[in-house]
């Protein structure tokens, strides 16, 4: 069995135990052990970031410029190889892991320019004789602090622009698929960045995320995950003057109305809520439809969802792969219940089913969920299930669907599905999220634009695109006296 070691000072170092990785797929399948780092490898890490952080944060950008692009050349030649790993490790379809592979590539390709760009300002001064400037500087050593349902993409929309940026870092990747995060580490190490620039520590995120979130030689937190973490890394990054970024979780509403395109908005709803197995933070969970266009849409729907094949991750044809893990997979089935007890009803899947490769209960496997007859205040419409379960409220009109989308404590993504121009321009205004989407899903965006939420969804500036320096710089306003 390989074992995966972490990455510090440019060593691979072991932790203090081994943890297997397994394929939620097949739970005979152990795809590799992964080290379990302790707050010692967190001392060790930081302590290398922040020796290697002067001549990295002053040194040539044009050298940080290839390491990146060298980097991303590398996984967009391997995006396969690597996607079939994140497959394997996390359960969406090997399509979807090359995909996700392919974007990691083309992050780090994004920032290896932004490198070059990162520009000031030269301003009068408003007393005679003095020059101003305004120039952005890196932040120092950050912890990046990562989810299990996109192990590469969202480690390298952190890792890349910390980097380019000039600023050292520690990651600790989501320990149920640390396979994709290694995967990118032992890349990095190869690409020529100097020793303790980027650090990799695995582990359970109580003992390594919190040692990060704590440690005082961090100076900056990016963190991807869930409300109740992020919450409590906040309160512990604001008392001790951390900068800090939080993307968390999601309630997305998708609007459909009566003039919407019947397919599209059914194509688009099914793929936003179950594709990737429901377990997209941009995942469309509540569906908002009119009254006019309701009955069709759900029979709609209905037959989209009968006609997906559910199975192995790497098995060519499947639509959806295995819920992440059993945890997963009980919280799942436990919504549907949720929902059942609240009055709804289940009007398509909702069940644990045995693996289409015929290895039966091997994998973590549920039948996409659509549940009717929901009511906004309904615990299935309020709180993050985040797996392959969407539930629908009926409204009478846009206002109404308006006001239910913005009924929740979330704010990351919002879709509409109309041919009303007015409507999609009211909602892209008043519809109270960090992305909105007109006649497309509610996940599937950009890596060149801001990403992001508002509400409990988000906390701190914007990831991704050149807002991504808001964080990973600080700004610094110099006088000279001419
Ligand atoms: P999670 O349980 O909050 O974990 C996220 C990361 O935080 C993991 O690396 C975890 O380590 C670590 N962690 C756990 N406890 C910690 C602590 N006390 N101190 C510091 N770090 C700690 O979330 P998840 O289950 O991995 O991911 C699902 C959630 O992520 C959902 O809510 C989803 O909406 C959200 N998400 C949001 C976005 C977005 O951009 N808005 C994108 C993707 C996912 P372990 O691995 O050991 O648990």
């Given at each position: 069995?390989?074992?995966?070691?972490n990455l510090?000072?440019?060593?691979?170092?072991?932790?203090?135990?081994?943890?297997?990785?397994?394929?939620?797929?097949?739970l005979?399948?152990?795809?590799?052990?992964y080290?379990?780092?302790?707050a010692a490898?967190v001392?060790l890490?930081?302590?290398?970031?922040?020796?290697?952080?002067?001549?990295w944060s002053?040194?040539?950008?044009q050298?940080r410029?290839?390491?990146?692009?060298?980097?991303?050349t590398?996984i967009l030649?391997r995006?396969?190889e690597l996607?079939?790993?994140?497959s394997?490790?996390?359960?969406k379809?090997?399509a979807e892991?090359i995909g996700?592979?392919?974007?990691?590539g083309?992050?780090?390709k994004?920032?290896?320019?932004?490198?070059?760009?990162?520009?000031?300002e030269?301003?009068?001064?408003?007393r005679?004789?003095?020059?101003?400037?305004?120039?952005?500087?890196?932040v120092?050593v950050?912890?990046?602090?990562?989810?299990w349902?996109?192990?590469?993409?969202i480690?390298?929309?952190?890792?890349?622009?910390?980097?380019?940026?000039?600023?050292?870092?520690?990651?600790k990747p989501?320990?149920?698929v640390?396979?994709?995060a290694?995967a990118?580490?032992?890349?990095?190490?190869r690409?020529?960045?100097?020793?303790?620039?980027?650090?990799?520590?695995?582990?359970?995120?109580?003992?390594?995320?919190d040692a990060?979130?704590k440690?005082?030689?961090i100076?900056a937190i990016?963190f991807?995950?869930?409300?109740?973490?992020g919450?409590?890394?906040?309160?512990?990054?604001?008392?001790?003057?951390?900068k800090?970024q939080?993307?968390?979780?999601g309630?997305?509403p998708?609007?459909i109305?009566d003039d919407?395109d019947?397919?599209q908005a059914v194509?688009?709803?099914?793929?936003?809520?179950?594709?990737s197995?429901g377990q997209r933070?941009?995942?469309s969970?509540?569906?908002?439809v009119?009254?006019?266009?309701?009955?069709?849409?759900?029979?709609?729907v209905t037959a989209?969802?009968?006609?997906?094949?559910i199975g192995?991750?790497?098995?060519?044809?499947?639509?959806?792969?295995?819920?992440v893990?059993?945890?997963q997979?009980e919280?799942?089935?436990?919504y549907?219940?949720?929902?059942?007890?609240?009055?709804a009803t289940?009007a398509?899947g909702?069940?644990?089913?045995?693996?289409h490769t015929g290895?039966?209960?091997d994998?973590?496997?549920m039948?996409?969920a659509?549940?009717t007859d929901?009511?906004?205040e309904?615990?299935i419409n309020?709180?993050?299930?985040f797996?392959?379960?969407?539930s629908v409220?009926?409204?009478?009109?846009?206002?109404?669907?308006?006001?239910?989308?913005?009924?929740?404590?979330f704010?990351l993504?919002?879709?509409?599905?109309?041919?009303?121009?007015k409507?999609?321009?009211?909602?892209k205004?008043?519809?109270q999220?960090?992305?909105?989407?007109?006649?497309?899903?509610?996940?599937?965006?950009?890596?060149?634009?801001?990403?992001g939420g508002?509400k409990?969804s988000?906390y701190g500036?914007?990831?991704?695109?050149?807002?991504?320096?808001?964080?990973?710089?600080?700004?610094k306003?110099?006088y000279?006296?001419?």
């Amino acid at each position: 069995m390989t074992q995966h070691l972490n990455l510090i000072h440019g060593e691979w170092v072991a932790g203090h135990t081994l943890a297997p990785n397994l394929n939620p797929s097949n739970l005979a399948d152990v795809i590799g052990e992964y080290t379990q780092g302790d707050a010692a490898q967190v001392d060790l890490a930081v302590a290398a970031a922040t020796a290697a952080f002067p001549a990295w944060s002053t040194g040539s950008v044009q050298a940080r410029s290839d390491a990146l692009d060298k980097i991303g050349t590398e996984i967009l030649a391997r995006r396969e190889e690597l996607g079939t790993l994140l497959s394997r490790e996390e359960g969406k379809t090997r399509a979807e892991g090359i995909g996700e592979a392919t974007r990691a590539g083309q992050i780090f390709k994004f920032f290896a320019g932004e490198c070059l760009r990162l520009s000031g300002e030269t301003l009068p001064s408003v007393r005679p004789g003095i020059g101003v400037e305004i120039t952005r500087e890196p932040v120092g050593v950050v912890g990046l602090i990562t989810p299990w349902n996109f192990p590469i993409a969202i480690p390298a929309w952190k890792i890349a622009p910390a980097l380019a940026f000039g600023n050292c870092v520690v990651l600790k990747p989501a320990d149920l698929v640390p396979g994709s995060a290694w995967a990118l580490a032992e890349i990095i190490s190869r690409s020529g960045i100097p020793a303790g620039v980027f650090n990799l520590v695995m582990g359970r995120g109580s003992v390594i995320g919190d040692a990060l979130v704590k440690h005082p030689g961090i100076h900056a937190i990016s963190f991807t995950g869930s409300v109740g973490v992020g919450r409590r890394i906040a309160e512990t990054c604001v008392q001790s003057g951390k900068k800090v970024q939080l993307e968390m979780g999601g309630k997305n509403p998708q609007v459909i109305l009566d003039d919407a395109d019947l397919k599209q908005a059914v194509e688009l709803s099914v793929q936003s809520a179950f594709f990737s197995t429901g377990q997209r933070c941009t995942a469309s969970s509540r569906l908002i439809v009119t009254e006019g266009i309701y009955e069709q849409f759900i029979a709609g729907v209905t037959a989209r969802l009968a006609g997906l094949k559910i199975g192995d991750a790497l098995t060519a044809g499947t639509d959806i792969g295995p819920v992440v893990s059993q945890a997963q997979l009980e919280q799942d089935l436990s919504y549907v219940e949720i929902a059942k007890s609240q009055g709804a009803t289940v009007a398509a899947g909702g069940q644990r089913v045995a693996c289409h490769t015929g290895s039966g209960h091997d994998g973590f496997f549920m039948a996409p969920a659509l549940i009717t007859d929901t009511t906004p205040e309904q615990r299935i419409n309020r709180e993050e299930v985040f797996g392959p379960v969407a539930s629908v409220i009926r409204v009478k009109n846009y206002e109404e669907a308006l006001a239910v989308a913005n009924d929740t404590e979330f704010g990351l993504s919002a879709g509409i599905a109309t041919t009303s121009l007015k409507h999609a321009t009211h909602f892209k205004r008043h519809a109270q999220a960090g992305m909105v989407m007109v006649n497309l899903p509610t996940a599937g965006v950009d890596y060149h634009v801001p990403f992001g939420g508002r509400k409990g969804s988000s906390y701190g500036p914007r990831e991704q695109g050149r807002y991504a320096q808001e964080f990973y710089t600080t700004v610094k306003t110099a006088y000279t006296l001419a």
